[in-house]
């Protein structure tokens, strides 16, 4: 038996593939996490907006629109929503000190 260094089936060397690995999971993770974060700003947002809609003051054009909005809304697991909304909450009270400091 062959005391050298295993090489994979592409003939490299078997410890590096997994490193490359390993970074190409750590980026696709990161990459993920940061999707989550803006989908969670953006569901964050549109269930702001939602509630402080009435439906007889959205022009009829845009109803059906914020009827879909609403049910894609409430078919998010409850702690999705509760995330996004003190994502959203965090995000407002961290810019009023901001803009508090800047006056």
Same mark, same amino acid.
């Given at each position: ?7 994979? =089936?592409?003939? #490299?060397?078997?410890?590096? /593939? *997994?490193? +490359? %690995? ?5 980026? @696709?993770?990161? $990459? ?26 959205? =022009?009829?054009? #845009?109803?059906?629109?914020? /009827? *879909?909005? +609403? %049910? ?5 697991? @409850?702690?999705? $929503? ?22």
């Amino acid at each position: 038996m062959s005391k050298g260094k295993q090489k994979g =089936p592409n003939g #490299a060397p078997v410890r590096k /593939r *997994r490193a +490359g %690995a390993r970074t190409w999971l750590g980026a @696709e993770i990161e $990459l993920i996490i940061r999707e989550r974060e803006r989908l969670l700003q953006a569901a964050g947002a549109a269930a702001t907006l939602f509630t402080t809609l009435n439906i007889r003051d959205v =022009p009829r054009e #845009a109803r059906e629109p914020v /009827r *879909r909005l +609403g %049910a894609v809304l409430e078919s998010l697991p @409850e702690e999705t $929503l509760t995330d996004a909304i003190e994502l959203l909450l965090g995000q407002l009270a961290a810019g009023a000190r901001v803009g508090t400091a800047q006056y």
